[in-house]
T-cell receptor, first 111, second 120 residues
Framework: TQLLEQSPQFLSIQEGENLTVYCNSS?????LQWYRQEPGEGPVLLVT?????EVKKLKRLTFQFGDARKDSSLHITAAQPGDTGLYLC???????????FGDGTTLTVKP | EAGVAQSPRYKIIEKRQSVAFWCNPI?????LYWYQQILGQGPKLLIQ????????DSQLPKDRFSAERLKGVDSTLKIQPAKLEDSAVYLC??????????????????FGSGTRLTVV
């Protein structure tokens, strides 16, 4: 059983479109991170959210943590080819010192 | 600051052979992790160190995998003997643990570029 479910698994869109990807769980997290991973590289941290209902913006990326701290979403506005990659969410369960990763959403943005 | 260093970047071995991976975390990061990432999946934790002690190795296949961090800095992960299903990217990560008021927050990992292992 996967602790974190990410959807969709694959997403292919045209440059300029908007998109949202989701990260869902039945567990409550003390913090949740989003990463982007490009082929041949390790994941790179984009953001950490810690407070229920929190919204963080990073240029064209908007991250939201659910009120109950069980889910999160990532919204990209006006996607660009440089946004192409594997987007991973990872959650740290309360009182645990490690994070569990979802299987990611593979995003392809076509020029 | 320098990132997490891993070597080698690529390794191809035959099944039943042995292989070792090396990781040097970010200076000052006490916590070090080894993750296995199979193609099409997210990273799965193999082992977590705090300084030179093992915190969690519950998902490490101990009959064939071993890891050490003798001086609390760099770490090695070994597989002996390798199986076909061990083909994956092995990622090392380190983390800065920060304390907040009345609670401890954990923040994101810094990953190395990984070692891509192919077992044939």
């Amino acid at each position: 059983t996967q602790l974190l479910e990410q959807s969709p698994q694959f997403l292919s869109i045209q440059e300029g479109e908007n998109l949202t990807v989701y990260c869902n769980s039945s567990s409550v997290f003390s913090s949740l991170q989003w990463y982007r991973q490009e082929p041949g590289e390790g994941p790179v941290l984009l953001v950490t959210v810690v407070t229920g209902g929190e919204v963080k913006k990073l240029k064209r990326l908007t991250f939201q943590f659910g009120d109950a701290r069980k889910d999160s979403s990532l919204h990209i506005t006006a996607a660009q080819p440089g946004d192409t990659g594997l987007y991973l969410c990872a959650g740290a369960v309360i009182n645990a010192g490690k994070s569990t990763f979802g299987d990611g959403t593979t995003l392809t943005v076509k020029p | 600051e320098a990132g997490v260093a891993q070597s080698p970047r690529y390794k191809i071995i035959e099944k039943r052979q042995s292989v070792a991976f090396w990781c040097n975390p970010i200076s000052g990061h006490a916590t070090l992790y080894w993750y296995q990432q199979i193609l099409g999946q997210g990273p799965k934790l193999l082992i977590q160190f705090q300084n030179n002690g093992v915190v969690d190795d519950s998902q490490l296949p101990k009959d064939r995998f071993s890891a050490e961090r003798l001086k609390g800095v760099d770490s090695t992960l070994k597989i002996q003997p390798a199986k076909l299903e061990d083909s994956a990217v092995y990622l090392c990560a380190s983390r800065s643990l920060r304390s907040g008021t009345g609670s401890t927050r954990t923040y994101g990992y810094t990953f190395g570029s990984g070692t891509r292992l192919t077992v044939v």
